[in-house]
DNA sequence: TTGTATGCGTTATCAG
DNA sequence: CTGATAACGCATACAA
């Protein structure tokens, strides 16, 4: 039944005033080699620490850091959560972990409570479809920074530090076109989500500069999950004409869609091409490596940690919006098309041919 | 520029003391209708909410629980953390999650400090070769629980949620030599860890039990990850004449080791069986699908959280230490040895034939 | 049933 | 330089 050791028996057996070892604890004050060192000695002996609640009371704020995302278990998510605990663990800042499940209501509550414990920032991965910008508002107007991670919620202006979703993408879809795919299907995000819709664009927008139509049936949304991704390939890969390349708009739906073409018979490359977004480190072990755009998920959180560092130090200045790089990572699960395969005996990266579907009729699943 | 509003404003805005107010919302003594509405009322149209941290400081314990693990990278640990914080959630408690690298130091670090949140009890999955111990008898000590998952430091006597290494290894083995393998090596956890330790018991006993010598040389101690898996089933591969399965102590090393028959042009499993721990998600897209035990790691949080809540409820019987089942998921990357596979047409499951090399000679990596 | 007062462990202010 | 002392926001024993 042992009881933590306060300052004040600090003070007693340092035969000082609680204030002294205050004052020597923080520096405040100067005070006398002698008290000083009696009170380091007590200090040592009693393996005193001083309660970081007692400090957060007093000084109304403490060295917490909250950080609420979708779902650990994601395997996107660890990187990120690792890359703010590192940068905040060099400032001697700690955070508390929350999952919102992609829950709004519960994002709110996390959001929301989070306050109680007096946090010095607030650091989230914001769900879908939440309007969470007020409240994330009501700690940036308590002059506790907050900022948003891998996408913004509707409305919010502040700090934010994302990736290039629209480059990335066309990025990918380039390749895929660039290896003679004129079919091309993509896999979406739940598209409320900022970085599933900027995806999007950016394959769009490469469809478009190469002059490719595609049928709004090769759009699929999904859910950024395995299963949904799963599911989504069936719907494609069961379409007649069907899509002869496929980007996922993450890593975990390309695999979904990596055993969807599996279960169809379909071989991957050979029959169906497979992009993904995220570049995990397990890309390079599946069957066949995924192709996949890398976005660096340490460095997304580890960036975000910093401004947030810096604004807990008065950095105030207008909002930021960081954009971190991605990069076409080419693994095995894409290439050529079987017809091009079959017609040219040498690649043929030759010229950019109209893309219009050439005359194959197309039939709902 | 908000300020959070606190019981005393309440109060007045109620025009009851702050003493009614705390009744109120702690039902701690009953208050009249008319005003306990008011009170209400007042939290409500305010939006109150407690100060975690007064709270805590006075109740001197606060809602939220303590967890260090070593790497939220590493894929097996983000389903345990999210196993404690889903029970921990219905509880109306948070988690302050700590990596601490399986630095000993890092991790004694956090575990003292943690003691400064007064956190409501501690849940750890202990580095290697750290003496944690009397840290955690710290906490105990102190009636704050804290329980160890996955393993135990040394010298540890307390509650603890484990899972059954020696057995899941066993069960691998055994797989191994029905297939015929009597060349079995093995790629070890670090020997510190206790789970590392009883995998490779087990698997130890799996060849004792089968009458199979094995080579010393073909236990390998590694890391935990997929570069000192690699780096060990190099070694392996090398050697002749070579073991013609490994078992891969965690799935990770099991990655590693993939990668490494690969390079040497070794296919799997036609030329070398793998077997990994851990059955990762991702076990069912490489290539070819992982063998492996599944330990179930949400589970493994989760009962842990439990267990700890018990403890927390007063709950205070002998120490537990719960074992949880693995289970052989059979994949694709595991096969009869090459030599069997010509011999016989089918599969023998014959006699366990006495497991000495047949005089092949050995020499070293 | 309601209000008052005390203290949880710190920090910070202000006399001495 | 050093020591009292007053908050911080809340829970609780006790008084009214």
Redesign the pocket.
């Known amino acids: 039944m042992t009881?933590?050791?306060?300052?004040?028996q600090?003070?007693e057996r340092a035969?000082?005033?609680?204030?002294?070892?205050?004052?020597v604890?923080?520096e405040?004050?100067?005070?006398?080699p002698?008290?000083?060192e009696r009170v380091l000695e007590a200090i040592r002996s009693m393996g005193?620490?001083?309660?970081a609640?007692?400090?957060g009371?007093?000084?109304?704020r403490t060295n917490i850091l909250g950080m609420v995302i979708p779902d650990i278990t994601n395997p996107f998510f660890p990187g990120v959560v690792r890359g703010v605990e590192d940068v905040a663990y060099k400032r001697s800042m700690r955070v508390i972990l929350c999952n919102a499940d992609n829950d709004p209501a519960k994002e709110a509550s996390y959001v929301r409570e989070l306050r109680?414990y007096h946090i010095a920032g607030l650091l989230i991965i914001p769900a879908a479809g939440a309007d969470i910008a007020g409240h994330l508002r009501a700690y940036t107007s308590a002059s506790v920074p907050a900022v948003c991670i891998d996408r913004v919620p509707l409305g919010w202006k502040g700090d934010a530090v994302l990736v290039a979703n629209a480059d990335g993408a066309a990025l990918a879809t380039r390749h895929l076109i660039e290896m003679g795919h004129r079919h091309l299907a993509v896999i979406a995000g739940p598209l409320k989500l900022t970085n599933a819709e900027e995806r999007l664009n950016g394959f769009m927008s490469a469809l478009k500069e190469a002059h490719i139509k595609i049928d709004p049936e090769f759009v699929q949304e999904a859910q950024f999950n395995t299963e949904s991704g799963y599911r989504a390939a069936l719907r494609l890969l069961r379409m007649l004409p069907r899509p002869t390349a496929i980007l996922a708009c993450n890593d975990l739906m390309a695999f979904g869609a990596l055993q969807a073409a599996r279960e169809l018979k379909l071989r991957c490359p050979e029959d169906i091409s497979i992009a993904g977004f995220d570049s995990l480190e397990f890309t390079k072990f599946t069957d066949p490596a995924l192709t996949s755009v890398y976005q660096p998920g340490y460095q997304l959180g580890a960036t975000a940690a910093r401004l947030l560092l810096q604004r807990m130090d008065g950095m105030r200045s207008a909002p930021e919006q960081i954009l971190l790089p991605t990069e076409l990572m080419k693994r095995s699960s894409v290439a050529r098309p079987p017809d091009v395969q079959q017609r040219v005996g040498r690649p043929s990266r030759s010229s950019k041919v109209s893309g219009k579907p050439k005359g194959r009729s197309r039939s709902s699943q």
């Open positions: 009881t933590p050791v306060t300052m004040r600090i003070a035969r000082v005033s609680i204030g002294t070892v205050s004052h604890i923080n405040s004050a100067g005070v006398r002698k008290l000083r005193y620490q001083p309660s609640l007692a400090q009371l007093r000084k109304n109680s």
